[in-house]
């Protein structure tokens, strides 16, 4: 799969709603990942209201969150060709690490790879960096929803 399109804007329609990653989505997130190497990378700035309990710091279920929707973007990758339309992938587990509080008002850096493919099941590691540092690891298991 190429890089020049981000994951995200390829899904169909009917699976492009999601409030995370969804393009068809007004209120959503938007988040775009791209093939880069043997990773999938995506860039976000939460805007200030996604700070959590601790001030100046991203609320950890918008970590969850970005680790959910990057992750799929990553088992979509790991399954597709270039001209395939993608298949859509649900959580089947989220396990998140949170290592030290992520900073609001820089960018964040998510780095997601498939580490393990099967038929429906694809199991996907991420790390989210922000200020030079990894603040938050995760492992995703992704399932393929049968044939739409």
């Known amino acids: 799969m190429t890089n020049s399109t981000a994951i995200q804007d390829r899904y169909p329609d009917r699976h492009a709603n999601c409030y995370g ?3 068809k989505n007004p209120h959503g997130l938007h988040l775009k990942s ?10 976000y700035t939460p805007p200030p209201e996604y ?3 601790v001030p100046d710091a ?3 279920g918008m970590i969850a969150c ?3 929707c990057h992750s799929a973007a ?12 993608p298949p859509r992938f649900v959580t089947a587990s989220l396990k998140v690490d ?3 509080p992520t900073p609001m008002g820089v960018e964040l850096k998510l780095f997601a790879k498939a580490v393990l ?3 429906r099941k694809v199991i996907v590691e991420s790390r989210l960096v922000a200020a030079g540092e990894i603040r938050a690891t995760a492992q995703v298991v992704m399932v393929r929803l049968a044939a739409q």
């Open 21 to 23: 990653c969804g393009p």
């Open 34 to 43: 791209f093939v880069e190497g043997d990773e999938v990378v995506c860039r």
């Open 51 to 53: 700070t959590g309990g």
């Open 58 to 60: 991203v609320y950890g």
């Open 66 to 68: 970005l680790f959910d």
């Open 74 to 85: 990553a088992a979509c990758a790991a399954v597709l060709s270039d001209d395939e339309i």
């Open 98 to 100: 949170y290592l030290k």
């Open 117 to 119: 493919v099967k038929e």
